[in-house]
C-alpha cells in the first residue's frame, strides 16, 4: 500500500533562494506547456499529448538556460500536471459539468516540486535534493517504506515541508482488534459526531475560535497599500492565523480518526453530499469548519492500514426512522428528540441516526 511521511525540513538561507528559483521555474515550464497546448487547438484544432510536449524540454533549456538548473523529472513533473488538468477538464466535459479550463499559474500561486524517481537521497538526518544539496529535515518519525517520489512545497508563510510517497506493508501499521466491534457515527454541528453507543465528541468550531484574529488580521491587510512592505507582512499574519486554523483542524482529525480505527472493527458514516450541504448559507461557514469529509478520509485510509473497514451507507430518513420498531417518525430539523408514538422510544435525535446507521452499515457488509 502507498502511505505519505511529511515532515519540515530547514534550509539555509542559499537553499531557500535556490528552491524559490526552481518554483518560478516551474511556473514557467506550467504557463509555457499550458500555452502551447492551448494555441495548438486554439489555431488548428489539434491536441497535443505529454509525451510531446516532453520532448520539447530539451529545446526550452536551450532557449532558457536557467533551466538546466533544474532536476529534468521534476521539469517532466510538471509537464505531467499540465496533462492531467486537461484530463480533469475532459473528464468534467464528458459527465455534463460545467468546467473551468486550465488557468496559468500567476507570481506565488506555484507553490510546489516534485522528484519522481531519482535526484534525491535521505540519509544521516539530511534530505539531499539534486541541483540544491543537503537541507537539514526533522525526521520526527522514521520512514518505513521504499520511498517512490518525493514533494518538496512552501506554505504562504513561508515554511518549507517534505512529503515521501513510500509503499508499505499493510500488517502492523496499527494494532489489530479481534472483538468484531461495530459502530455507526452521525456526523453534526453541535456534536462533531455522535456514536450509536450514546458517546458523543464536541465540535471544537476551529474557525469560530480564530475568527475575530483573522477578522483583525484581514483589517490590516485591506488598509495596507498594495506593493508595500507592509502588506507582504499584513498578508503573512493572515496566512498564520488560517495555518494555524488549518493544524489544529488536522491535528484533531488525526487523532479522533486514529482512535475510531483502534477501538472498532467496523466503522458507518453516511454518505453526505457535502458539496451541496455547504450551498446554505446560513450553516456553509459552519459545515466547512467541521470538515466531516476529512475525518472519513483519515478514517478510511488508517482502517484500511489496519485491516478493519469503513461502509457509507444512503443518509435518507436516518433521524426519521425509528431504531426500535423501524417505524417512520416525521419530525423537524428544530426537534433534537425522537420520541415515537408507536413504540414509544424516546431518544436523542442524533443518537437514533446513529443507531440506524450501524444497521444499514452492518446490512451493506452482510450483503457483501
Same mark, same amino acid.
Not at 531519482?118 to 537539514?136: A, V
Not at 478493519?308 to 433534537?336: A, D, F, H, W, Y
Given at each position: 500500500?502507498?502511505?505519505?511521511?511529511?515532515? @519540515?525540513?530547514?534550509?539555509?538561507?542559499?537553499?531557500? &533562494?535556490?528552491?524559490?528559483?526552481?518554483?518560478?521555474?516551474?511556473?514557467?515550464?506550467?504557463?509555457?506547456?499550458?500555452?502551447?497546448?492551448?494555441?495548438?487547438? !486554439?489555431?488548428?484544432?489539434?491536441?497535443?499529448?505529454?509525451?510531446?510536449?516532453?520532448?520539447?524540454? *530539451?529545446?526550452?533549456?536551450?532557449?532558457?538556460?536557467?533551466?538546466?538548473?533544474? #532536476?529534468?523529472?521534476?521539469?517532466?513533473?510538471?509537464?505531467?500536471?499540465?496533462?492531467?488538468?486537461?484530463?480533469?477538464?475532459?473528464?468534467?466535459?464528458?459527465?455534463?459539468? !460545467?468546467?473551468?479550463?486550465?488557468?496559468?499559474?500567476?507570481?506565488?500561486?506555484?507553490?510546489?516540486?516534485?522528484?519522481?524517481?531519482?535526484?534525491?537521497?535521505?540519509?544521516?538526518?539530511?534530505?539531499?535534493?539534486?541541483?540544491?544539496?543537503?537541507?537539514?529535515?526533522?525526521? #520526527?518519525?522514521?520512514?518505513?517504506?521504499?520511498?517512490?517520489?518525493?514533494?518538496?512545497?512552501?506554505?504562504?508563510?513561508?515554511?518549507?515541508?517534505?512529503?515521501?510517497?513510500?509503499?508499505?506493508?499493510?500488517?502492523?501499521?496499527?494494532?489489530?482488534?479481534?472483538?468484531?466491534?461495530?459502530?455507526?457515527? !452521525?456526523?453534526?454541528?453541535?456534536?462533531?459526531?455522535?456514536?450509536?453507543?450514546?458517546?458523543?465528541?464536541?465540535?471544537?468550531?476551529?474557525?469560530?475560535?480564530?475568527?475575530?484574529?483573522?477578522?483583525?488580521?484581514?483589517?490590516?491587510?485591506?488598509?495596507?497599500?498594495?506593493?508595500?512592505?507592509?502588506?507582504?507582512?499584513?498578508?503573512?499574519?493572515?496566512?498564520?492565523? #488560517?495555518? @494555524?486554523? &488549518?493544524?489544529?483542524?488536522?491535528?484533531?482529525?488525526?487523532?479522533?480518526?486514529?482512535?475510531?480505527?483502534?477501538?472498532?472493527?467496523?466503522?458507518?458514516?453516511?454518505?453526505?453530499?457535502?458539496? /451541496?450541504?455547504?450551498?446554505?448559507? /446560513?450553516?456553509?461557514?459552519?459545515?466547512?469548519?467541521?470538515?466531516?469529509?476529512?475525518?472519513?478520509?483519515?478514517?478510511?485510509?488508517?482502517?484500511?492500514?489496519?485491516?478493519?473497514?469503513?461502509?457509507?451507507?444512503?443518509?435518507?430518513?436516518?433521524?426519521?426512522?425509528?431504531?426500535? /420498531?423501524?417505524?417512520?417518525?416525521?419530525?423537524?430539523?428544530?426537534?433534537?428528540?425522537?420520541?415515537? *408514538?408507536?413504540?414509544?422510544?424516546?431518544?436523542? @435525535?442524533?443518537?437514533?441516526?446513529?443507531?440506524?446507521?450501524? @444497521?444499514?452499515?452492518?446490512?451493506?457488509?452482510?450483503?457483501?
Amino acid at each position: 500500500m502507498l502511505k505519505v511521511f511529511r515532515y @519540515r525540513i530547514y534550509p539555509t538561507k542559499s537553499q531557500r &533562494t535556490r528552491m524559490a528559483e526552481t518554483l518560478e521555474l516551474c511556473r514557467w515550464t506550467y504557463n509555457e506547456t499550458l500555452a502551447l497546448r492551448k494555441n495548438a487547438y !486554439d489555431q488548428e484544432g489539434k491536441l497535443v499529448s505529454y509525451y510531446e510536449t516532453k520532448k520539447l524540454l *530539451p529545446q526550452w533549456k536551450e532557449e532558457k538556460p536557467e533551466l538546466k538548473g533544474v #532536476h529534468s523529472q521534476v521539469l517532466q513533473e510538471v509537464v505531467k500536471r499540465v496533462d492531467l488538468a486537461y484530463q480533469a477538464f475532459f473528464r468534467r466535459v464528458k459527465a455534463g459539468e !460545467d468546467p473551468g479550463y486550465p488557468r496559468f499559474k500567476g507570481y506565488g500561486r506555484y507553490d510546489s516540486f516534485t522528484y519522481t524517481q531519482s535526484g534525491f537521497s535521505l540519509k544521516s538526518g539530511k534530505l539531499w535534493l539534486s541541483k540544491i544539496g543537503d537541507i537539514k529535515i526533522k525526521l #520526527h518519525r522514521p520512514v518505513d517504506g521504499e520511498i517512490k517520489r518525493l514533494n518538496i512545497r512552501k506554505t504562504p508563510t513561508g515554511k518549507w515541508f517534505v512529503s515521501f510517497l513510500v509503499e508499505v506493508e499493510p500488517d502492523g501499521l496499527l494494532p489489530k482488534i479481534e472483538s468484531e466491534s461495530s459502530v455507526g457515527v !452521525d456526523v453534526g454541528l453541535k456534536s462533531f459526531i455522535t456514536l450509536s453507543n450514546g458517546d458523543r465528541v464536541d465540535n471544537p468550531r476551529f474557525f469560530v475560535q480564530e475568527e475575530k484574529a483573522l477578522a483583525k488580521a484581514q483589517r490590516k491587510l485591506s488598509k495596507a497599500l498594495k506593493g508595500s512592505p507592509e502588506r507582504d507582512r499584513a498578508l503573512k499574519a493572515v496566512h498564520r492565523v #488560517h495555518e @494555524r486554523i &488549518t493544524n489544529k483542524r488536522e491535528d484533531f482529525v488525526q487523532k479522533l480518526s486514529l482512535s475510531l480505527v483502534k477501538s472498532y472493527d467496523l466503522i458507518v458514516f453516511e454518505n453526505l453530499n457535502i458539496k /451541496c450541504m455547504v450551498k446554505n448559507h /446560513c450553516l456553509a461557514k459552519h459545515i466547512a469548519d467541521a470538515a466531516w469529509s476529512k475525518l472519513i478520509a483519515a478514517t478510511s485510509y488508517k482502517a484500511e492500514w489496519a485491516g478493519k473497514r469503513v461502509e457509507l451507507v444512503n443518509p435518507s430518513n436516518t433521524s426519521k426512522i425509528c431504531s426500535g /420498531c423501524g417505524q417512520m417518525v416525521l419530525k423537524s430539523l428544530s426537534e433534537r428528540v425522537h420520541q415515537c *408514538p408507536f413504540c414509544g422510544l424516546t431518544l436523542d @435525535r442524533d443518537h437514533n441516526a446513529t443507531i440506524n446507521i450501524l @444497521r444499514l452499515g452492518l446490512q451493506s457488509v452482510a450483503k457483501a
